[in-house]
């Protein structure tokens, strides 16, 4: 506990016992520095957080409009902005992709055989983030350069290195090429950590039931990438995914038919509103549309009609209904061609809804 002392108070140093002043005072001040007593006046001692005019510690405050309440930081350029007037506070936050993790014994002290620092583990990484390697660097632990007959013994030491570890097994190779692959889809879609995680635990759990072999490696990625997709709910299909891999469409859904039944997963069913968001949007339809539809939506979903149906046509037919009720301009080979169905889906899912939903004649 902290506390604030007032200027007035006094620190009086006493040895064990009163009686022995003068042989403190005689240069004997051993028993003093070793049990040091302390009096503090009781009814002048103030708590420091009761003080009003305490200072706030680890506060960001802006410098142009004096608030600390608008702060927001933003982990992709670096940036702490105040909120309030949009000044950029600082442009080097701190680097919190390299961890440092510290396991505490029984009687609260670091083990130091168990702390680890560097970069977090990952499943999309061949070794999970966990292989040591021999680094560059010609110079020892002190920091001292290294002689020239050490450092060639040593550029031999990270040549074996890298092949050890560049040809260690055949799972280890099967790894190292599909989270490559893995990576050049994360920035062709755009894919966030979670979405990579997932589709390398599922690829992972595909491996070790022996599912890849004999099949094609960006396939079966595809196919764990697709059902990362359909259970966390985003909004894509085979197509997306097929034209960003380079990969035929017929082959993803062999293959994700075959995952699905391999490892027992049970994928929910695509929710047609977050479908109805990414058509509006691509489309640049109006807020009152998206509104208008995603009510439509509703009651198709209360009547039952959902049931079966293509999600993405069904949500391209509810927003073409929802452009005739609010008089947007919109043509049915436009609106098919960004949901990726044809127009005749779309006038069948029209009649549909139609007949079942007589509020909309």
């Known amino acids: 506990m902290v506390w604030h002392l007032t200027p007035d108070q006094a620190l009086i140093h006493r040895t064990g016992?009163?009686?022995?002043?003068?042989?403190?005072?005689?240069?004997?001040?051993?028993?003093?520095?070793e049990n040091p007593s302390y009096d503090f006046p009781i009814g002048k001692i103030e708590?420091?957080?009761?003080?009003?005019?305490?200072?706030?510690?680890?506060?960001?405050?802006?410098?142009?409009?004096?608030?600390?309440?608008?702060?927001?930081?933003?982990?992709?350029?670096?940036?702490?902005?105040?909120?309030?007037?949009?000044?950029?506070?600082?442009?080097?936050?701190?680097?919190?992709?390299?961890?440092?993790?510290?396991?505490?014994?029984?009687?609260?002290?670091?083990?130091e055989g168990r702390a680890r620092t560097g970069a977090p583990t990952s499943l999309a990484r061949h070794d999970m983030g966990l292989a040591t390697i021999i680094g560059k660097e010609d110079r020892d632990a002190s920091g001292q350069k290294i002689d020239s007959s050490i450092s060639s013994a040593m550029q031999r030491?990270?040549?074996w290195d890298f092949r050890i570890h560049l040809n260690s097994n055949a799972s280890d190779r099967n790894f190292r090429i599909a989270f490559g692959l893995l990576n050049n889809l994360k920035?062709?879609?755009?894919?966030?950590?979670?979405?990579?995680?997932?589709?390398?635990?599922?690829?992972?759990?595909?491996?070790?039931?022996?599912?890849?072999?004999?099949?094609?490696?960006?396939?079966v990625l595809a196919a764990a990438l697709y059902i990362a997709y359909r259970d966390l709910e985003v909004p894509k299909t085979m197509k997306d995914i097929a034209a960003a891999g380079n990969i035929k469409r017929k082959n993803i859904a062999r293959v994700y038919r075959q995952l699905i039944l391999e490892l027992d997963y049970k994928v929910p069913n695509p929710d047609p509103v977050k479908c109805i968001a990414k058509i509006a949007n691509n489309t640049n339809l109006t807020e009152k549309t998206k509104r208008h539809a995603l009510d439509i939506m509703e009651k198709v979903s209360e009547n039952e009609i959902s049931a079966g149906k293509d999600p993405m046509g069904l949500a391209a037919t509810v927003l073409y209904i929802s452009c005739i009720k609010t008089g947007e301009n919109i043509t049915q080979k436009e609106i098919s061609n960004v949901a990726g169905v044809t127009e005749v889906t779309l006038r069948n899912r029209f009649k549909d809804i139609k007949n079942h939903l007589t509020d909309l004649n």
């Open 187 to 219: 920035d062709k879609l755009g894919l966030s950590d979670t979405i990579v995680e997932k589709v390398a635990y599922i690829y992972r759990k595909a491996q070790e039931r022996g599912f890849v072999r004999g099949r094609s490696i960006p396939a």
């Open 157 to 159: 030491l990270r040549t």
């Open 17 to 33: 016992s009163r009686t022995n002043n003068k042989k403190a005072a005689d240069g004997d001040n051993d028993n003093c520095r």
């Open 47 to 111: 708590h420091i957080e009761n003080k009003p005019d305490s200072p706030k510690r680890n506060q960001t405050l802006c410098f142009i409009c004096k608030k600390s309440d608008k702060i927001v930081t933003d982990p992709e350029s670096g940036e702490i902005i105040c909120s309030s007037c949009g000044t950029v506070i600082s442009d080097k936050i701190e680097d919190e992709s390299h961890l440092e993790r510290h396991v505490f014994t029984k009687g609260g002290q670091i083990d």
